[in-house]
């Protein structure tokens, strides 16, 4: 029943490995997000898909690479990791619908450690 | 510039009172919209209310309201009634034009509340 879900939760790994996150909502919606949470809690977004489709993709390191198959999953893969990558990774949706308010539905957050 | 600016880093009440936190934004696109969300320290983002551009009237869910100054660029969150249960980080946001555009996050505001 969860409508936005990411695996894995919890996420440990050393410096220099790859990994991935992976996230599906069953809201129907036909947007999705990655924001990535620092160690101070800022938000900050890192992309944004539009049926399947790249929206937003700010400033960040193209180690992180989003993969849409289809509008219900957005994955984030992420190369050869650093220590500055520790960090919750949400996963959010919306309907971009005219008289839709533009909320947002997050995940529960990954969090990535990075040793 | 920050688009989004909390300038309370901690606020504390006591149950039962009335809490005020402040947010200010900036911007020049005529369609907005304004969101608050609450983290509790479990982590999850919960939306509480919203508030757009061209709405005249005050947002309101429960025990929450949104004190709406479109001229001061204000949107801040008044939450009646504490309860101990609102102990949590409240964030600010904003979407600058449609529904479907990211959200741009404020720093946030560590609320406790006390017995």
């Known amino acids: 029943d969860t409508a936005v879900s990411q695996t894995p939760k919890y996420l440990v790994t050393q410096m220099g490995n790859d990994k991935s996150i992976k996230c599906e909502q069953n809201l129907g919606h036909d947007t999705m997000y990655w924001y990535k949470q620092d160690s101070k809690k800022f938000l900050k977004i890192m992309f944004s898909?539009?049926?399947?489709?790249?929206?937003i993709n700010e400033t960040v390191p193209n180690r992180f690479s989003p993969k849409s198959p289809d509008k219900a999953h957005l994955n984030l893969h992420i190369n050869s990791l650093e220590l500055g990558d520790s960090a919750v990774y949400f996963c959010?949706?919306?309907?971009?619908?005219?008289?839709?308010?533009?909320?947002?539905?997050f995940g529960e957050g990954s969090r990535l450690t990075v040793l | 510039a920050q688009k989004i600016t909390q300038t309370q880093p901690g606020m504390f009440v006591q149950e039962k009172e009335a809490v005020t936190l402040d947010c200010t934004y900036d911007?020049?696109?005529?369609?907005?919209?304004l969101f608050w969300y609450k983290q509790p320290s479990s982590g999850e983002m919960i939306f509480l209310i919203y508030?757009?551009?061209?709405?005249?009237q005050n947002a309101t869910e429960g025990r929450y309201s949104l004190n709406f100054q479109k001229a001061r660029k204000s949107a801040n969150l008044v939450i009646s009634a504490s309860q101990l249960g609102d102990s949590a980080m409240y964030f600010c946001?904003?979407?600058?034009?449609?529904?479907?555009?990211?959200?741009?996050f404020g720093k946030g505001t560590t609320l406790s509340v006390s017995s």
């Open positions: 959010a949706s919306s309907h971009p619908r005219e008289s839709a308010t533009g909320e947002l539905f």
């Open positions: 911007t020049s696109d005529p369609s907005y919209g």
């Open positions: 898909y539009n049926n399947k489709e790249l929206i």
């Open positions: 508030q757009g551009s061209y709405d005249q």
């Open positions: 946001a904003m979407r600058e034009g449609g529904a479907g555009t990211a959200l741009i």
